[in-house]
C-alpha cells in the first residue's frame, strides 16, 4: 500500500510539473504570436528584439587589446569632445531672487 502512494504521488508531481510546463510553452506561444502580429501591423519591434540586438553589438564592439578587454565607453571616451560638469559663476547678493512665502 505504501509503494502504491509513493508511485501516485510521483506520477501526480510529474503530471503537475508537464501541466506547468505545458503552461509556459502555451504562453510563449502567444506572446510571440502578439509580439510578431504587432510588429507587422505596427513596425516596431518587439523589446526582446531590442535587448538582445544591444547585446550583440556591445559584444561586437567589444575587442581585446594589448591591456584588456576595451569597453564600448573606453572606446568612446577618447573620441568626443571634453564633458562640462559644473560651470563656476559668481553669485550676487543683490541677485533677484523668488518671493519669500509668508503663509
Do not use: C, I
Amino acid at each position: 500500500m505504501n509503494v502504491l502512494l509513493q508511485w501516485l504521488a510521483r506520477f501526480f508531481m510529474a503530471m503537475l510539473g508537464l501541466a506547468f510546463m505545458a503552461g509556459l510553452l502555451l504562453a510563449l506561444g502567444v506572446y510571440v504570436l502578439f509580439a510578431s502580429v504587432r510588429w507587422l501591423l505596427t513596425g516596431q519591434k518587439p523589446q526582446v528584439v531590442m535587448v538582445w540586438q544591444q547585446f550583440g553589438q556591445m559584444r561586437n564592439r567589444a575587442r581585446w587589446g594589448a591591456t584588456g578587454m576595451e569597453t564600448p565607453f573606453e572606446q568612446s571616451s577618447a573620441s568626443t569632445e571634453d564633458v562640462v560638469d559644473v560651470e563656476v559663476r559668481e553669485v550676487h547678493e543683490r541677485a533677484p531672487r523668488l518671493p519669500e512665502n509668508r503663509g
